[in-house]
């Protein structure tokens, strides 16, 4: 009978050294730091033992990529950085431009960041009738804040009407929709994390149900 597998090995949470994978120990051991983590709570958010993470950052065990995503999130940095490499330079101011359009479902998409980043920024504008059924779930965040017209924010089983000048902030695992309330669209800014499933995996189309909506907040 083969000996049974610690839970940390059996979930294929690390994997033997690699000479094709860069060195990421000193990497995880600084970043942790610089989130003024101590090993017990990063390795307890990453669902690892401290030994499991302390192998990590002493070399003797190399992550894989999924604890390499796990990580990145929990320490507020990018997959890019665990691996200590160095970023192309980036653009630190967008000019309105060079803010293509890109259209998709319907929507006007231009790029209001530069790419490569941890979060992307877009300026969107949607219009009236558009999406409004579609609801997505993903990991990450989402921050919007409305420009111009009225927009209509689903989350849950709650709906928010939004004027200009009103923004949201929400955890994107809680299902939500967004549409415009008014004829001529709405125009907001959208900025949400890269942590994202696969396109395919973020509409669970039409949902039904009770809405307990209010104006804002």
């Given at each position: 009978?083969?000996?049974?597998?610690?839970?940390?090995e059996?979930?294929?949470?690390?994997?033997?050294?690699s000479?094709?994978?860069?060195?990421?120990?000193?990497?995880?051991?600084?970043?942790?730091?610089?989130?003024?983590?101590t090993?017990?709570?990063?390795?307890?958010?990453?669902?690892?033992?401290?030994?499991?993470?302390?192998?990590?950052?002493?070399?003797?065990?190399?992550?894989?990529?999924p604890?390499?995503?796990?990580?990145?999130?929990?320490?507020?940095t990018?997959?890019?950085?665990?691996?200590?490499?160095?970023?192309?330079?980036?653009d630190?101011?967008?000019?309105?431009?060079?803010?293509?359009?890109?259209?998709?479902?319907?929507?006007?998409?231009?790029?209001?960041?530069?790419?490569?980043?941890?979060?992307?920024?877009?300026?969107?504008?949607?219009?009236?009738?558009?999406?409004?059924?579609?609801v997505?779930?993903?990991?990450?965040?989402?921050?919007?804040?409305?420009?111009?017209g009225?927009?209509?924010?689903?989350?849950?089983?709650?709906?928010?009407?939004?004027?200009?000048?009103?923004?949201?902030?929400?955890?994107?695992?809680?299902?939500?929709?967004?549409?415009?309330?008014?004829?001529?669209?709405?125009?907001?800014?959208?900025?949400h994390t890269?942590l994202?499933?696969?396109?395919?995996a973020?509409?669970?189309?039409?949902?039904?149900?009770?809405?307990?909506?209010?104006?804002?907040?």
């Amino acid at each position: 009978m083969s000996p049974a597998l610690s839970p940390d090995e059996a979930d294929g949470a690390e994997v033997p050294e690699s000479p094709e994978l860069p060195a990421v120990a000193p990497q995880l051991r600084e970043l942790r730091r610089r989130a003024a983590l101590t090993l017990e709570a990063a390795a307890g958010s990453a669902g690892l033992s401290p030994a499991h993470l302390s192998r990590l950052e002493t070399g003797q065990r190399q992550p894989s990529l999924p604890m390499l995503l796990s990580l990145a999130r929990i320490y507020g940095t990018t997959v890019s950085e665990l691996l200590g490499e160095t970023p192309a330079d980036r653009d630190a101011v967008v000019r309105g431009g060079t803010m293509e359009a890109t259209e998709a479902g319907g929507w006007t998409y231009r790029q209001a960041g530069s790419p490569g980043r941890g979060m992307q920024a877009l300026q969107v504008h949607a219009p009236y009738g558009s999406q409004g059924d579609v609801v997505r779930v993903h990991p990450g965040e989402e921050w919007l804040y409305v420009l111009s017209g009225r927009l209509r924010l689903r989350l849950g089983d709650t709906s928010y009407r939004l004027d200009p000048g009103d923004s949201s902030h929400f955890d994107s695992l809680t299902p939500h929709r967004i549409a415009a309330l008014d004829r001529g669209g709405v125009d907001f800014l959208f900025v949400h994390t890269l942590l994202q499933s696969p396109t395919a995996a973020l509409c669970l189309g039409p949902s039904a149900g009770p809405v307990k909506e209010t104006r804002h907040g």
